[in-house]
């Protein structure tokens, strides 16, 4: 056992503030746990979400250190320490309820608005491992909205689908037993799938390992070479709303 100090950014719908709590922690403590920890034996009106504890429901994302967006249930406290703290914060892009319970509304409506579900054609033909290969990384998504907290383009443009919409469009795009095949394209650039700046951070912060930059930039070649995606001749084939 060694002593962690826990500090926890709060908000009660008014006001925000900080918190500072020190807890027993040991190597694989996980945030989850001094979470409930502080909860259950310090402070109950402290709020958060966390509930298969397994890394698949997706629910308990947060923000540590002022920069890595993590699932609390599957990230340990003491490999995150410095100089024997941790700063947890709610997801940012998108509204806080209370302490670190965010809304996910924004980003489960905007998934609405790329169909982000299986639409099956008429005659089902077989699947193959080789068929799986194309999207099975995509289908391990829990929706925990990570790579939309993590993202910087919706500082530029609130419109943008996010990563996490783009993702789904490639899982179902990818299926041969999907209807809707190239109308997913004109939905991902309906959705403003341009305006992604490719930095990268939603395939490095993604706790599924879903490389969702490259799904990005394969959907965006794709629709280019088609002709529904347009062309941006002066930035080389990209248009960002940051210019380059
Ligand atoms: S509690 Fe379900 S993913 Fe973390």
């Not at 599957?74 to 700063?87: D, M, Y």
Request: charged share 30%; glycine share 6%.
């Amino acid at each position: 056992m060694e002593k962690a100090i826990i500090k926890i950014k709060r908000f009660d719908g008014k006001k925000e503030w900080y918190d500072q709590f020190q807890v027993d922690i040991q190597d694989r403590t996980t945030i989850a746990e001094v979470l409930m920890q502080i909860h259950d034996r310090v402070d109950p009106t402290l709020s958060f979400r966390v509930q298969c504890r397994a890394s698949i429901c997706g629910t308990c994302g947060v923000k540590i250190n002022g920069e890595k967006h993590v699932l609390a249930c599957k990230t340990k406290v003491k490999e995150n320490l410095v100089n024997g703290e941790i700063l947890i914060e709610p997801l940012s892009n998108m509204p806080v309820i209370k302490d670190l319970v965010t809304d996910h509304k924004e980003f489960i409506y905007k998934i609405k608005d790329v169909k982000g579900w299986f639409e099956p054609k008429k005659e089902f033909q077989p699947v193959y491992p080789d068929d799986l290969k194309q999207f099975d990384k995509e289908t391990d998504c829990i929706l925990c909205g990570i790579c939309y907290s993590i993202c910087p383009v919706f500082e530029a443009d609130r419109d943008f689908g996010g990563p996490i919409n783009f993702v789904k469009v490639f899982r179902f795009w990818k299926d041969k037993n999907d209807a809707l095949g190239d109308e997913r394209i004109v939905l991902a650039e309906n959705n403003r799938i341009t305006s992604c700046v490719h930095c990268k951070y939603c395939t490095f912060s993604c706790p599924k390992q879903i490389p969702v930059e490259q799904d990005i930039l394969q959907i965006e070649f794709y629709g280019k070479q088609k002709g529904i995606i347009k062309k941006d001749e002066d930035t080389g084939g990209f248009s960002t709303p940051f210019g380059f």
